[in-house]
């Protein structure tokens, strides 16, 4: 008969002999203190990239790109957005549903900046704490342009690109589900970001073909069943960014240019400065991907670039390449051991010049935006203010025959609980022939309204012409001119075009009414 305690095994570390005290496993507390200890750069690196977000937050001057959207979002219905509205703004509507929900949750127009800067402070801890780079790139691309101020401090849609494709690159070998859920989030956030994640849902099929996922039965089905729900997220973006038959595209396409140049332009604008430097820039990437056996990644940048000459491509659209190309270097990163060739040492070169260059134009953003005026819109709409609060009627035109600059006065309506503008038919703006703001300002003319906004857009340097035919009209109608409000977009080390500008036509005799006329003209913008 055996004995009952056979087989009863002795904890580990114990023995028959005396054994020394257990070794206790270390505290949480002094875990962090490791942590902190190893990689205080990274910890610092990512203190210094959220405390300069923090600092140029308040001091923005949101413009109104920003504010179209909030105002969608804050005065339609989702049917109505998603099944007209967001139609005529030619983008996916994945921003427009967040806002929607911000604004439901009583997230203020301020606040939703610094939930834009939280996301980008989550896009650029990923890419300290989580990306195969060496510590010199690392503790250095958050600080380029787009990933610091473009995409973190300006609350358009495109701060969601760099944590999506931040994301994509760290789960790109793992769960088909995440590359299905994330590429169609993507593919959401605006045109230029789905033709992007085509690309790289192009990429990643490849990529699984070629290990042999379709040779096995279960990873067959799970890739195909994950394309079917890509598919459905692609189709989603295309239904409502379909543009309907009476939007002015022109309005989106800008001049009309040849399908290379803009292509080229989309290549150059967003990476380096000056733009002649791109054509290395690029050749050293293609060899760098070359050398890791990586070009078919090229593809979703020929996508963009592709898209872009077709269609239209902004400065800050290009800017979507910054992160694409973190992503992308990223997923093939060379595994830890393997040697460096010459071609590799250019693709990284390539990539601490691009670093180097966004970071100067971070600082020269930061610094104007901090001391001048990025839009003009919060300071008209202070000025506003009080005749908004005596009920006085407020009306708005334009100078010149540019078309939809009326536009610009959106930026202005956030700041008030309903549409202050008696000719505009919503509190934001209407793409195509149903706006009748300017038919609207020459009927309501005649009542004389007690302020009339003019929006104008001065040559760069140049003083606003007041012998424009606007002007003279409200001059002959009994207005003086009163003040001047403007701002400038700061872009590279220079600007995107020129100054935007407010100015205040008040009906002479008002008690408001400073002694200002035609003779003063309007300063040059700063």
């Not at 900046?113 to 195969?132: E, N």
């Not at 503790?139 to 701060?159: D, E, I």
């Not at 039965?217 to 295309?238: E, N």
């Not at 919503?426 to 020459?442: I, L, S, V, Y």
Request: net charge positive; glycine share 6%; proline share 8%.
């Amino acid at each position: 008969m055996q004995p009952l305690v056979e087989g009863i095994v002795a904890p580990q570390g114990s023995s028959g002999s005396s054994a020394g005290p257990a070794q206790q496993p270390p505290s949480a507390l002094e875990g962090l203190r490791s942590e902190l200890r190893s990689r205080w750069p990274e910890w610092a690196a990512i203190s210094s990239f959220a405390a300069l977000v923090a600092f140029a937050i308040p001091w923005h001057e949101p413009w109104a790109d920003e504010a179209q959207a909030w105002q969608l979002a804050r005065t339609l219905s989702l049917p109505a957005l998603f099944q007209t509205y967001i139609r005529y703004e030619a983008s996916p509507g994945l921003w427009h549903f967040l806002l929607w929900v911000l604004i439901r949750a009583r997230v203020s127009y301020s606040g939703l900046h610094w939930i834009c800067g939280a996301i980008a402070v989550a896009a650029a801890s990923l890419l300290v704490f989580k990306s195969p780079f060496p510590r010199y790139l690392k503790l250095a691309l958050p600080f380029t342009f787009f990933l610091l101020f473009q995409f973190a401090v300006v609350a358009r849609s495109y701060v969601l690109v760099p944590l999506l494709l931040f994301l994509v690159a760290s789960r790109w070998k793992r769960s088909p589900a995440a590359m299905a859920l994330l590429l169609g989030l993507l593919a959401n956030v605006a045109l230029h970001a789905s033709v992007i994640s085509a690309g790289l849902a192009i990429v990643y099929l490849i990529e699984q073909l070629r290990t042999g996922a379709l040779k096995h039965p279960g990873r067959r089905r799970q890739l195909l069943f994950f394309s079917i729900i890509l598919v459905c997220f692609y189709a989603f973006a295309l239904w409502t960014a379909w543009p309907p038959g009476d939007l002015q595209t022109s309005s989106f396409r800008g001049p009309s240019r040849p399908l290379f140049i803009l292509a080229l332009a989309s290549l150059c604008m967003g990476v380096c400065q000056p733009l002649i430097l791109a054509l290395p820039f690029w050749i050293a990437v293609a060899l760098c991907l070359r050398a890791r056996h990586s070009l078919l990644y090229l593809l979703p940048i020929l996508f963009f670039a592709a898209f872009s000459g077709a269609v239209y491509v902004h400065f800050f659209h290009s800017g979507i390449l910054a992160p694409l190309l973190m992503c992308i270097f990223w997923i093939t990163w060379p595994a830890p051991g393997c040697g460096h060739s010459r071609r590799e040492a250019f693709g990284r070169a390539a990539l601490v010049f691009m670093a180097g260059v966004q970071i100067l134009w971070s600082a020269y953003a930061l610094g104007y935006d901090h001391f001048r005026a990025y839009s003009p819109a919060p300071a008209t709409a202070e000025f506003l203010r009080p005749f908004v609060r005596d009920g006085n009627t407020i009306a708005v035109t334009h100078l010149g025959k540019i078309e939809n600059q009326d536009y610009e006065d959106v930026g202005i309506l956030p700041y008030f609980d309903h549409n202050i503008l008696a000719n505009q038919q919503d509190p934001f703006w209407r793409w195509g022939p149903r706006n009748k703001t300017e038919a609207r300002f020459d009927a309501l003319l005649p009542s004389r309204p007690q302020i009339v906004l003019v929006e104008a857009l001065p040559e760069p340097g140049q003083p606003v012409n007041l012998n424009d035919a606007k002007a003279d009209l409200l001059f002959k109608s009994g207005y003086r001119f009163t003040n001047q409000f403007c701002g400038r977009i700061p872009a590279r080390l220079d600007f995107f075009g020129g100054p935007t500008c407010f100015l205040i036509f008040q009906r002479a005799g008002s008690p408001q009414d400073p002694p200002a006329n035609r003779a003063s003209q309007a300063s040059a913008p700063n």
